[in-house]
């Protein structure tokens, strides 16, 4: 269970994962053994699971997202298993959603241009195992992003 400290000290964390130990005790107005003793605790019962680098894939050339929504053929006993398990393998996959309802996955995928996407999606998407139907949604903006949980 977290107090208000753990609160305290998880939306610093959250708001500039970069601080040092001693800077986040300080605007958590704690000591800094104290704040490195509860950081270790959130870690190791998985309340922090890692710190990670945000890249702006636009940056790096990749100018083109599109949310793939995938339905499986439902009569493969091991559909999920197989499909998520080749889909892990697309470099260009960024994310993988699995849902209840009609459309059974989501994939994020990137691509540096339309002509990119195109050989991606004909290339390593059409083929993985399992698919039933598949709609292609283009990605236009994002207008909120965030992991960031309200503590």
Request: glycine share 4%; proline share 3%; aromatic share 6%.
């Amino acid at each position: 269970m977290l107090d208000d400290i753990d609160r305290r000290i998880l939306r610093h964390y959250q708001a500039d994962p970069s601080l040092s130990t001693s800077e986040l005790a300080e605007r958590c107005r704690i000591t800094s053994g104290v704040c490195w003793r509860r950081i270790e605790k959130m870690q190791s019962t998985g309340v922090i699971l890692a710190q990670e680098a945000v890249i702006d894939w636009g940056a790096m050339g990749y100018a083109v997202e599109v949310s793939l929504r995938v339905t499986l053929d439902k009569t493969q006993a091991r559909a999920f298993d197989e499909f998520t398990a080749a889909a892990r393998l697309v470099p260009e996959v960024i994310e993988i959603q699995t849902f209840l309802g009609r459309v059974d996955v989501r994939l994020s995928v990137i691509a540096r241009d339309m002509r990119h996407y195109q050989e991606i999606y004909r290339d390593r998407i059409l083929t993985l195992p399992h698919i039933a139907d598949i709609e292609a949604l283009m990605h236009i903006a994002r207008v909120k992003s965030s992991e960031g949980l309200p503590v």
